[in-house]
C-alpha cells in the first residue's frame, strides 16, 4: 500500500508540474523554483508533513519534497537557538547538495555535451 | 505567406508611425501566433508524466526500504537515496539519455529531484570550453542557483519566524 500512495502522489506533483508547462508560459526552472517555495511554504503551516507520512518518499522525492527538508530543518533548529535557525535547512539537506554539486562538478568534466537524438 | 505577409505589413507601417508598441497591434499578434503554434496534447503528456513520475517515486521507496531492511536510520536511508537519484540522474545526463528520456516524459523527471541534477550538469557541460572554473564551476548553478538561493532564502526566513514565535 505504500507504494501505491507514493506513485500516486508522486505522480500527481508530475502532472501538476506538466500542467503548469504546458498552460502557462512559465520556464522549467520557473517551474522548479515555484515547486520548492511552495514545499517550504506548506510545510511552515504543517500542511506538508501529513502527506509526507502518507506517501513517504513520493513526497519526499519530487522537489516540494526539497522545500519540505529545507523547511523542516530550519523549523527543527529553531528550538535550539537563532543560529541553528538559519543553518538547520541547510544542514538537513547537506547530503544532497554536497552530492550533487560534487558529483556533477566531476560528471560535467568528464562528458562532453551529445547532440539530442 | 501571403496572408503572413499581409498580416505584418500594417503592423510594421503602425509601429514606425508610433515607434511605441501598440497594444492592440500586439494583441492581434498574439492571437496569430496562437493559430499556428502546436496545441500540447495536455492529457497524453500528463498521462507520461504520472507515470514516470510515480515509478521515480515506487523505485525511491523500494531502495529506501531496502537500507532501512540493512539497518540504517530513516534520516540515513532517505540521505543515501537522494544521493543515489541525483547520482543516477547526473550520470544519466553525462551519456546524454537524460535528454531522450525528459523528452518522453516532460514533467515527469523534471519534478523529482531528478530534474535538479539534471539542471546542474547540463549547462555545466555545454560551457566546458570557457574553462574548469568559470566555465563548469560557474554554470553549475545556471538553473540551480536560482532554486538554491530561493528556497534557501525561504527556509532561512521560515526559520526566523518559528524561533521568535516560539
Do not use: H
Not at chain 1, 84 to 113: H, Q
Not at chain 2, 60 to 74: P, V
Amino acid at each position: 500500500m505504500d507504494y501505491f500512495y507514493a506513485f500516486l502522489i508522486g505522480g500527481i506533483m508530475c502532472v501538476i508540474g506538466q500542467i503548469l508547462i504546458d498552460t502557462t508560459k512559465l520556464t522549467a526552472p520557473r517551474v522548479l523554483v515555484i515547486f520548492v517555495v511552495a514545499g517550504a511554504i506548506l510545510t511552515a503551516f504543517g500542511w506538508y508533513e501529513p502527506i509526507v507520512k502518507l506517501a513517504k518518499n513520493g513526497a519526499t522525492v519530487p522537489l516540494p519534497g526539497f522545500g519540505y527538508a529545507l523547511a523542516k530543518g530550519a523549523m527543527d533548529g529553531a528550538k535550539d537557538g537563532f543560529m541553528a535557525a538559519i543553518s538547520g535547512g541547510l544542514k538537513n539537506t547537506a547530503a544532497g547538495l554536497t552530492a550533487a554539486i560534487g558529483f556533477g562538478y566531476i560528471v560535467a568534466l568528464i562528458f562532453t555535451p551529445k547532440s539530442k537524438r | 505567406m501571403s496572408k503572413k505577409q499581409q498580416k505584418q505589413q500594417p503592423q510594421q507601417a503602425q509601429q514606425q508611425q508610433s515607434k511605441k508598441p501598440n497594444k492592440e497591434v500586439t494583441k492581434q499578434y498574439e492571437q496569430y501566433v496562437k493559430q499556428f503554434t502546436p496545441k500540447p496534447k495536455y492529457f497524453s503528456n500528463s498521462l507520461k508524466a504520472f507515470v514516470v513520475g510515480g515509478c521515480i517515486c515506487a523505485a525511491a521507496l523500494y531502495i529506501q526500504n531496502l537500507l532501512m531492511d540493512k539497518g540504517l536510520s530513516e534520516k540515513t536511508a532517505g540521505a543515501y537515496v537522494t544521493v543515489i537519484l541525483v547520482c543516477t540522474a547526473q550520470l544519466l545526463t553525462g551519456f546524454g539519455v537524460f535528454d531522450t528520456i525528459g523528452k518522453f516524459a516532460g514533467a515527469g523527471v523534471f519534478v523529482p529531484i531528478t530534474g535538479f541534477a539534471n539542471s546542474m550538469v547540463a549547462p555545466a557541460m555545454e560551457y566546458k570550453k570557457e574553462g574548469p572554473v568559470l566555465g563548469v564551476g560557474a554554470k553549475l548553478f545556471s538553473l540551480a542557483g536560482a532554486v538554491l538561493v530561493c528556497g534557501i532564502t525561504v527556509s532561512a526566513i521560515i526559520g526566523m519566524i518559528y524561533y521568535f514565535i516560539k
